[in-house]
Each structure stands twice: as C-alpha cells, then as structure tokens.
C-alpha cells in the first residue's frame, strides 16, 4: 500500500536499487517503492538517476520537482497512463456539449457546498442561506457565474473583508502552493485513466496544460482552504507548507464511506468520466469535509 510521503531537502542522489528508492546523502537510506505515494524533492540540486525516474513512473508516484524557492515546478509522468490510451482520448474528444455543461454544473454545486460547510465550521453563529440561494440558481455550465460571485463572499468571510484573491501575500502564497499539490493529484489520476489533461469540460485556456486537472479539482479546493485558515496568518514557512503537505493524509467522505485524499480522488474522477461516458446520467461520487 503506498501510503508515504517522502519530502527531500538536502543536497543528496537518489537512485534505484531492488525497487527501493536510496537516498545517499549524510547517510544512506532505503525506502520501498511500494510504500511512497509522494515525492517532494525540495532541492533543486538534488541528482536523480534516469532508472529511478521510470520506476517512479512505473509505480505510479506522485513526484513533485521544486524550483529555487521550494515551490512545486514540475513532476515527473508518464507518457502513456493507460493500455487503451487512444480509445480512451477518442471517448473523451467526443463527450456530448450538454453531458460536459451538466457535470460542470453539478461540480460547481457542489464546491459551493464544501465552501458553505467550512464556512459554517469556522463561523456557526452566522446565516448562511444565501450560499443555498448559490448553489440553487447555478444553471447550466454555471452560465450566471454563481461560482465566481460564491468564492468572493466565501473568501470574505473565511479571510477577512480585506482579503483579495490574487495578491502577493502569505495566505494567497499558501492557497498557491497547496491548490498546486491538488493540481499534481488530480493530473496524475487523469493520466493514469488514458485522458488528456489539455482537454476540459469548462477551463478551456490555450495556454493551461491542465484544463481537465482544473476543472475536476475545484470541488476539492476547500479542504486547502482549511488547512491554510488553520495555520497561515502573516507568514509563509516552511512549517506552512509541511501542514499543506500533509493534505496528502487527509480523509474525506465519498461513497458512503472515509478515504484517504488520493484514493478519494480516484473514485471520484471514475464517477466523473462514467456520467461523461454512459448515455444514462451515472450517480456522481463527490467528496464532503471531515472535521
């Protein structure tokens, strides 16, 4: 079971003997691959062996590459996720307008929600019938913005009245650095399943590289959300982003039942490309808070 995360620091090499991943450095030590579900490598200057990137790629290991100020950069991938990689693109370059304004629809519902149940975690004594009021009015492919006109407010209220998205401050850096880890999930569950990350239902940008990783992600965004509420104020450190880090240990509610994050989104991208898929809506799996 990969449950792991392995986040490297220091100056070291990191190469594959028997699959297990060896960090020589100061010392030397010997993780199984089977155990890593992520890999953070901090430093820049950090040599890795070419062996060792096909077998993270093999394994199907997160791997997060920083750059010089330890912000997530690049990862490593595979080029081909899935045995039947060319159908599967055909099937999702044919998904029906109307299927694709529907799911967009509901996951914007459904974000909507997430941020009214954290909201109500943080403030219960407020009234929060104008999120309901969001979440019912939304119509298809969110064309009245219901989306943009609930995060103003959520965000107002989780943050401060003086907060604005966007700006050069430590708790939009922490929104940054922890919607990019998500970012990095949720593109690694698309890739695995045969799909193209370039191709969404609704971001549609030329110049984004994950339009579908953006649109599946948005209703997982409040769970960063808390974790940067709890512990960023008015700076960014690296004990801030070793709280973000460990979203990856986070569960969630879905399918009747608790999952740690990445094996919730899995079930949940699964649910997403059955309703786009199948003829008949399909049930969708979507993720609820836990505190």
């Known amino acids: 079971m990969s449950w792991r995360t392995v986040v490297l620091t220091n100056h070291s090499k990191l190469s594959l003997r028997m699959n297990h991943l060896v960090i020589t450095g100061e010392d030397v ?20 062996t070419g062996h060792l990137m096909n077998a993270l790629s093999k394994y199907k290991i997160m791997t997060i590459v920083c750059d010089e100020k330890h912000l997530p950069m690049s990862q490593i991938q595979l080029i081909y996720g899935h045995f039947r990689q060319a159908k599967m693109i055909q099937t999702q370059l044919n998904w029906k307008p109307e299927k694709k304004d529907r799911l967009w629809q509901n996951i914007v519902k459904h974000k909507i929600f997430n941020q009214k149940v954290l909201l109500e975690h943080y403030f219960p004594e407020k009234d929060y019938k ?59 569950a698309i890739v695995t399943k045969g799909l193209l990350t370039e191709v969404g239902i609704h971001h549609r940008s030329q110049y984004n590289h994950y339009n579908l990783a ?16 709890d512990h960023i104020i008015d700076e960014f450190t690296k004990e801030n982003k070793r709280a973000l880090l460990n979203v990856f240990n986070i569960q969630v509610w879905i399918k009747n039942r608790k999952q740690y994050l990445a094996n919730s989104i899995d079930l949940y991208v699964d649910s997403l490309i059955k309703f786009l898929e199948k003829e008949k809506d399909e049930e969708l799996a979507f993720p609820k808070i836990i505190f």
Do not use: C
């Not at 992600?217 to 808390?226: A, N, Q, S």
């Open 29 to 48: 030590v010997t993780i199984p691959l089977a155990e890593i579900g992520q890999l953070v490598i901090e430093n820049p200057n950090i040599v890795l």
């Open 130 to 188: 104008n999120f309901n009021t969001y979440i019912a009015d939304v119509e298809l492919n969110d064309d009245t913005n219901r989306e943009g006109h609930a995060a103003k407010v959520y965000f107002n209220q989780l943050f401060g009245k003086t907060f604005i998205r966007g700006r050069d401050t430590p708790i939009n850096w922490g929104l940054n650095y922890g919607y990019s880890l998500l970012m990095t999930l949720f593109t690694r």
């Open 214 to 229: 953006s649109d599946f992600m948005e209703v997982y965004r409040p769970m960063i959300d808390r974790i940067v509420k």
